[in-house]
C-alpha cells in the first residue's frame, strides 16, 4: 500500500503564501512524478503543477511566476511554495504521484492524497 500524506494547507488573504507538503509512503520502488492538483467548488480537478524524478516541472498557465514545485527524492516528498495568492486559487488541492511499487513489475500506478484546503480571502 502507498500513502500520500499532505499538510499545509489554511486561510490566508489575497497576496499571501503558503507552502503545501505531501510525502508518500509505503510500498515504493521509484516515484516517476510527483505534482498537486486543484478543485475548486463545481469545478473540476484541474493540473497546477508536476515534478519528475529528474526534476523536470510543468506548470498550469494560471500560476506560472507564483507557484513553485520542488521534490525531495530522498524522502519522497514533494513541495508546492505558493505566492501572491488570489481569490481564484482557493479549492482543495490534492497530491499526485507516479509510483512503481515493486522492482518485480514495471508498471506505474496514480496515487492520490486526501487532499487539503486552501482558501483565499479577499
Known amino acids: 500500500q502507498v500513502q500520500l500524506v499532505e499538510s499545509g494547507g489554511g486561510l490566508v488573504q489575497a497576496g499571501g503564501s503558503l507552502r503545501l507538503s505531501c510525502a508518500a509512503s509505503?510500498?515504493?520502488?521509484?516515484?516517476?512524478?510527483m505534482g498537486w492538483y486543484r478543485q475548486a467548488p463545481g469545478q473540476q480537478r484541474e493540473l497546477v503543477a508536476t515534478v519528475t524524478s529528474g526534476d523536470s516541472t510543468n506548470y498550469a498557465d494560471s500560476v506560472k511566476g507564483r507557484f513553485t514545485i520542488s521534490g525531495d527524492n530522498a524522502k519522497n516528498t514533494v513541495y508546492l511554495e505558493m505566492n501572491n495568492l488570489k481569490p481564484d486559487d482557493t479549492a482543495v488541492y490534492y497530491c499526485?504521484?507516479?509510483?512503481?511499487?515493486?522492482?518485480?513489475?514495471?508498471?506505474?500506478?496514480?496515487?492520490w492524497g486526501q487532499g487539503t484546503q486552501v482558501t483565499v480571502s479577499s
Open positions: 509505503g510500498s515504493i520502488f521509484s516515484i516517476n512524478a
Open positions: 499526485n504521484a507516479r509510483i512503481r511499487p515493486s522492482r518485480a513489475f514495471a508498471n506505474l500506478y496514480n496515487y
